[in-house]
Each structure stands twice: as structure tokens, then as C-alpha cells.
């Protein structure tokens, strides 16, 4: 079983980035897809961006197409997401998820969380 850990979050202004990671524990990481989710307050969880598990393709929600870019690093056992043009609605809890299955992302297994707060 693979555990991930999500770190970078934090606070930061409208129109600002932030790069968030995700660690992974276990030997199957490597082989398998990963993504990112998130939620806020009162809402459901949102899926945000998968990547297959050689990192070379990828696909995203429409809501972050274009100011996001999810990447890996198999030699690190790190996935990451760029996070360009914040705006105070990415205001939320984000998580990462790896999953089998890379066309039909839902998330297996998660990591704990870490929050990103976007101040207008």
C-alpha cells in the first residue's frame, strides 16, 4: 500500500502561486496514477487533475485547466501541483490520491490533506 503526505500549502494573495507535493511511501508509486482533489467548506470534493503513471499524460478539471499543472518525479516518489493565477475560490483543502485506474481517476488511497487559503 503506498501512503502519500501533501505539503506546501499555506496562505498567499489573489494572483499568486503555490507548488504543492506529495510524497509517496511504497513500492508501487511508480506504477501508479496520480491526482490531486480538493475541498472546501460546505462542498463536495472536487477533482482537480490526474497524471498517468510515466507522467506523460495528463488531464484536468475545467476549472483549473490553464492556471495548474500537475508533474511527477518517479526517482523522488513525488508528485506535484503547480498552482498559477490564484483566485479566493481555490480557497480549500487539497489532497492527493493515487488510484489503478488513470482514465477514470476517482482516488484509491489519500493523503491527509494541507489547506491553501487565498486572500483577495
Known amino acids: 500500500q503506498v501512503q502519500l503526505a501533501e505539503s506546501g500549502g499555506g496562505l498567499v494573495q489573489a494572483g499568486g502561486s503555490l507548488r504543492l507535493s506529495c510524497a509517496a511511501s511504497?513500492?508501487?508509486?511508480?506504477?501508479?496514477?496520480m491526482g490531486w482533489f480538493r475541498q472546501a467548506p460546505g462542498k463536495e470534493r472536487e477533482f482537480l487533475a490526474a497524471?498517468?503513471?510515466?507522467?506523460?499524460?495528463?488531464y484536468y478539471a475545467d476549472s483549473v485547466k490553464g492556471r495548474f499543472t500537475i508533474s511527477r518525479d518517479n526517482t523522488k516518489n513525488t508528485v506535484y501541483l503547480q498552482m498559477n493565477s490564484l483566485k479566493p475560490e481555490d480557497t480549500a483543502v487539497y489532497y492527493c490520491?493515487?488510484?489503478?485506474?488513470?482514465?477514470?481517476?476517482?482516488?484509491?488511497?489519500w493523503g491527509q490533506g494541507t489547506q491553501v487559503t487565498v486572500s483577495s
Open positions: 490520491a493515487g488510484d489503478s485506474s488513470y482514465g477514470n481517476f476517482k482516488g484509491e488511497y
Open positions: 511504497g513500492r508501487t508509486f511508480s506504477s501508479a496514477a
Open positions: 497524471i498517468d503513471w510515466s507522467g506523460g499524460s495528463t
